[in-house]
C-alpha cells in the first residue's frame, strides 16, 4: 500500500503567508503517513519565485522530516532569458530530485513559454509522472507516462471556474484509459475553481468506473492505493491497442 495526498491552496498573500499555511498542512499529511504529496499550478503571488532552495525550505525539512516526496506545483522557471513551465519535486531525503516541464503551455502562455519535448517518470514511494494542466487535455501525455511504467499520476493544475467542468472531465477520462489513478490539485478562490481531486478506479464485470474524492476549500488529503491491483488490467488495455491510419 502506499499512502497519495494533495493539497489545495488559495492564492492570495504573500509568498511566505502561503507557504506558511500550506507547511502546517503539509505536516498534518506528514505525520498521516502520506508518501507522496502534490500542490496545484501557479498557486504564489504573480507566480515568482526567486529561488527554490530557499523559499521552500520549509518543505525540505517536512519531506525529510516525513520521507515524503512533494511535487510543490508548476512555476514559471527562467534560465538563460528562456522561460519554461516546471514542477520541481522534492524528495524524501529533503532535497529536489527533479522536474518536470509543462508539455504543452497554455494559449498565452505560447508567447514566452517553451515548450517541453520529455516526460519523465520519478521512483520513490511508488513510480509517478506529473502531468502539468493543459498537458491533461492531450492524451499522448498521460498515455506515455503510463507506457513508461507510471503506477500513479499527479496533476498540478490552476483552473478557472468556468473551466471546472471539461477540466473533471478530462481527468476522468485519462485515467479510465490509461487504467491509473490521478489526483490533480487546483487552486481556490474567487477566479479558481477548486474541485481538487482523487480519481480512483473499480471495476465490475470488466466494466471500470470512476470514484471521486474532491476537496473543498484549503485543505489537504490523503488516500491509500495499493496500486499493484491497476497493472493487469492497464496490460490488457494497451495490448488491445491497433495500429491503424
Not at 29 to 47: A, D, F, R, S, Y
Not at 72 to 84: L, P, R, V
Not at 156 to 168: A, C, L, N
Not at 192 to 211: A, P, R
Request: charged share 30%; net charge positive; glycine share 6%.
Amino acid at each position: 500500500m502506499v499512502k497519495l495526498g494533495l493539497v489545495q491552496t488559495a492564492s492570495q498573500g504573500t509568498n511566505q503567508k502561503r507557504i506558511s499555511s500550506v507547511s502546517k498542512i503539509l505536516r498534518e499529511l506528514g505525520e498521516k503517513g502520506t508518501q507522496i504529496v502534490c500542490m496545484p499550478e501557479q498557486w504564489l503571488k504573480n507566480n515568482e519565485i526567486t529561488d527554490f532552495d530557499v523559499e521552500f525550505s520549509d518543505f525540505k525539512d517536512i519531506a525529510e522530516d516525513h520521507a515524503m516526496t512533494i511535487i510543490t506545483g508548476a512555476f514559471y522557471d527562467i534560465t538563460k532569458n528562456k522561460a519554461s513551465i516546471t514542477a520541481p519535486i522534492i524528495g524524501p531525503k529533503g532535497e529536489f530530485i527533479g522536474k518536470q516541464e509543462k508539455i504543452h503551455p497554455f494559449d498565452y502562455e505560447r508567447d514566452s513559454v517553451k515548450p517541453g519535448k520529455e516526460v519523465k517518470i520519478f521512483d520513490t514511494a511508488c513510480k509517478f509522472g506529473v502531468v502539468i494542466c493543459y498537458d491533461m487535455v492531450f492524451p499522448k501525455v498521460a498515455n506515455t507516462m503510463a507506457i513508461k511504467g507510471a503506477q500513479v499520476l499527479f496533476s498540478p493544475s490552476r483552473i478557472v471556474r468556468r473551466g471546472i467542468e471539461p477540466w473533471q472531465m478530462y481527468v476522468k477520462v485519462r485515467s479510465l484509459e490509461n487504467r491509473i489513478p490521478i489526483l490533480a490539485a487546483n487552486v481556490k478562490n474567487q477566479r479558481f475553481g477548486g474541485n481538487s481531486m482523487i480519481v480512483d478506479l473499480s471495476e465490475n464485470n470488466k466494466v471500470m468506473t470512476t470514484k471521486i474524492i474532491k476537496l473543498e476549500g484549503e485543505q489537504g488529503i490523503a488516500k491509500e492505493f495499493r496500486l499493484d491491483r491497476y497493472e493487469k488490467s492497464r496490460k490488457k488495455r494497451f495490448a488491445d491497442s491497433n495500429k491503424f491510419y
